[in-house]
Each structure stands twice: as C-alpha cells, then as structure tokens.
C-alpha cells in the first residue's frame, strides 16, 4: 500500500539558517513524488516535483528536495531560511489504482515550519 | 491566466442538510479532483472527473457526489451533512494530457454545526 510519512509535526529554525523538512514514501514502482505549501486560510501551492533524472530538484522561492530511492526519502531544504516561508508543508506521493489509469496525490500529515526572526 | 476559483469561500451548514460546492479549473485544464482536508490533516482525496464522467473515487460515501459540466467546471455534493464533515474542500485541477503538478483552488470552508 502506497503511503507517506513526514515524522515532524512541527519544524523551528531561525531566520538565516538551513532548514530541512523530511518526507518518506512507501509505493509501487516508481515514485512521483510532490511538495506543496499552505498558507492559513489558503489552498495548496506547488513548490517542486520529482517524475525522474537528477536526484536533487529545485523549485519555488528557493527550495530544493533530495530524492533518495534507498533511503525511500524526498526531505524537503532550503540553504537560508525566511520568516515569510513559515507555513504548512505537505509532501505527497502520486498514486494510480488499479484499474485506473488516471492519478491521484497521497499526502502526508503535514509539517508545520516556523521561521522565527 | 484564472487559476482555479472555488465558491463559496465559506459555508456553514446544519446536520441532516445538503451542500454544493463549485469549482472552475485553471485555463486548459480539462482534469477535476476533490479533496477533503480536515483540521490537522493533509488532504484526502475524493474522487476525479474527466469527460463528464467520474473516473476515480477515494473511500468516501455515496452521500458525497460529483458532476463536471462540458465547461470543466464542476460540483461536489455533500447530502445528510454529518458534524464530521466539516473541513476544507479543495478543488484541483490539471490537464489530462500534461504531467502534474496539481493546481488547487483556495478552498471551500464548510462548518456543520
């Protein structure tokens, strides 16, 4: 069964510092793998993906994730954190069902990222 | 360029009652899914609709329902509303044809008191 795990309810760096955000995934085959962003009272916006190639992907407002197929983890890092990326991270993964051939996102529980000054 | 636009923003609603939500998908976008986020909770999905048709479904009940219009815009339903409904519904949207990402809406807030 596909699954994803983000084991940290809350994350707390100070501004300027690197922060990581960590996501593991459990799926058949070959995974397609997301981050997103959600600001309070907002919906999701897409930060970067990972469909194949190289295994550090960069994204939006400065974020990269690493996929590491052993590790079976996509953690989520930015080298100098803002105040302003202080919001809710959600890592997910796509999964298609049998039977179907259209996809859908698994998300995690969400890591609540605060960045304070 | 629209991104996707849901209505209404906000909804409060009795038990035993129903509701419709709206959703227009981004420009070009023809694919549309819905999502359930509770407090706390990362989005869980509910089904998806491509070609007027509902294509994949998440482990909701037949209380909740969807169409797609020939537009690609499209509705959910929610009959007999239960407290626990109460959520944040999110619509998505991306083209059929294209690789992801998801686009989402900002969300519907339903409150069931």
């Known amino acids: 069964a596909q699954s994803v795990a983000q084991p940290e309810d809350q994350v707390n760096v100070a501004e300027g510092n690197p922060l990581t955000v960590k996501c593991t995934y459990s799926?058949?085959?070959?995974?397609?793998l997301f981050w997103y962003v959600q600001y309070p009272n907002r919906g999701l916006q897409f930060l970067l993906k990972?469909?194949?190639?190289?295994?550090l992907v960069k994204g939006s407002y400065g974020f990269e994730a690493e996929f590491n197929k052993s590790q079976t983890s996509f953690h989520l890092k930015k080298p100098s954190a803002l105040v302003s990326d202080s919001a809710l991270y959600f890592c997910?993964?796509?999964?298609?069902?049998?039977?179907?051939?259209?996809?859908?996102?698994?998300f995690g529980r969400g890591t609540q990222l605060t960045v304070w000054p | 360029d629209a991104g996707v636009t849901q209505s209404p923003t906000h909804l409060i609603k009795t038990r035993g009652q129903q509701v419709t939500l709206r959703c227009s998908p981004k420009?070009?976008?023809?694919?549309v899914s819905w999502y359930q986020q509770a407090l706390g909770q990362g989005p869980q999905f509910i089904f998806q609709?491509?070609?007027?048709?509902?294509?994949q479904r998440g482990n909701f009940p037949d209380r909740f329902s969807g169409h797609q219009f020939p537009n690609y815009s499209s509705e959910l339903n929610v009959n007999a509303l239960l407290l626990g409904d109460s959520a944040l519904y999110l619509c998505a949207s991306r083209s059929n044809t294209g690789l992801l990402p998801l686009h989402f809406g900002n969300g519907t807030r339903l409150t069931v008191t």
């Open positions: 609709y491509y070609e007027e048709e509902e294509r």
């Open positions: 799926v058949s085959g070959n995974p397609y």
């Open positions: 420009s070009g976008h023809d694919t």
């Open positions: 997910a993964v796509r999964v298609i069902d049998r039977g179907s051939t259209l996809g859908r996102l698994y």
């Open positions: 990972y469909i194949t190639g190289d295994n």
